[in-house]
């Protein structure tokens, strides 16, 4: 038998106190590239001892890997890592995802990463229906440089809207509908933000519109209806948010730290 078969033997047969070889034999898989052997080991471990095994295996996995393995199943594709991931294990492994970016793509292509990058928040936010996880994972992905700048991607692909729900939310607060001029499915994400953390939704605006303070200075502000017209103030676009967050990716010998930028909220779902 091979020493992976060993290895997820001594896992399985041990309950929690083989998780470490059950670790260490996931992070082989992902770098190896076997996502999907991954997941069975997963799926085993849940089978045997519980979702329990997973959620520890996944607390424990570097945060590195736990990006790459993730970014394997954005969009369509079900996982019970994207299911389980604790939250924090995710806002960590949000700092390396732009690592798993090709080069080129971010030149030429950059809205096509943005759309990956929604599907992969998308799908992990609303892998179920349980409302208080939703709400930890937006806080513990927003809570740090690099959390901000990820929505903020996202909000690039459609910040007439973003700025229109901005001033909804200033305006209604927790009644907010979320009805804008445009269709847009990143919208309810961005109200979920923003009732899930007030500080993390106007960092987030704040990483798309530096020149403001806070979402009050955007109410009046009018985007060109044309794309391609300048804006008159600094918003970033898709392709300086996709470097700005290749940046931040952290050298594997040091791991993600929150944010040192003060809470600028004015509890606006008081």
Do not use: C
Not at 36 to 46: I, M, P, R
Not at 209 to 237: C, G, K, T
Request: net charge negative; hydrophobic share 40%; charged share 25%.
């Amino acid at each position: 038998m091979s020493d992976e078969g060993h290895e997820a033997n001594n896992a399985s047969a041990g309950g929690g106190s083989n998780l470490p070889a059950l670790t260490r034999q996931v992070s082989e898989l992902v770098l190896a590239g076997s996502l999907d052997h991954a997941e069975e080991a997963f799926s085993k471990a849940a089978d045997e001892h519980g979702d329990y095994a997973v959620v520890e295996v996944l607390s424990t996995l570097p945060p590195q890997v736990t990006a790459l393995h993730l970014a394997g199943f954005d969009g369509g594709k079900t996982s019970l890592a994207t299911m389980l991931v604790p939250p924090k294990a995710w806002a960590d492994s949000l700092a390396y995802i732009a690592a798993t970016w090709p080069d080129n793509m971010i030149e030429d292509d950059p809205e096509r990463i943005a759309e990956n990058l929604f599907n992969h928040v998308h799908g992990i936010v609303y892998a179920n229906d349980d409302e208080e996880r939703r709400h930890e994972l937006l806080r513990e992905a927003s809570a740090t440089d690099h959390g901000a700048t990820v929505f903020a991607i996202m909000w690039s692909l459609a910040p007439r809207e973003i700025l229109e729900v901005a001033g909804e939310i200033l305006a209604k607060g927790r009644y907010v509908t979320g009805q804008t001029s445009g269709d847009s499915d990143i919208v309810p994400l961005a109200i979920d933000l923003a009732k899930a953390s007030e500080d993390g939704w106007e960092r987030s605006l704040l990483e798309l519109f530096p020149e403001f303070r806070h979402s009050a200075e955007m109410a009046d502000v009018q985007l060109p209806d044309d794309p391609d017209e300048e804006s008159p103030f600094m918003q970033r676009n898709t392709r300086e948010l996709l470097y700005r967050l290749r940046k931040q990716v952290p050298s594997v010998r040091s791991m993600p730290r929150r944010g040192t930028r003060r809470s600028m909220g004015t509890d606006i779902f008081s």
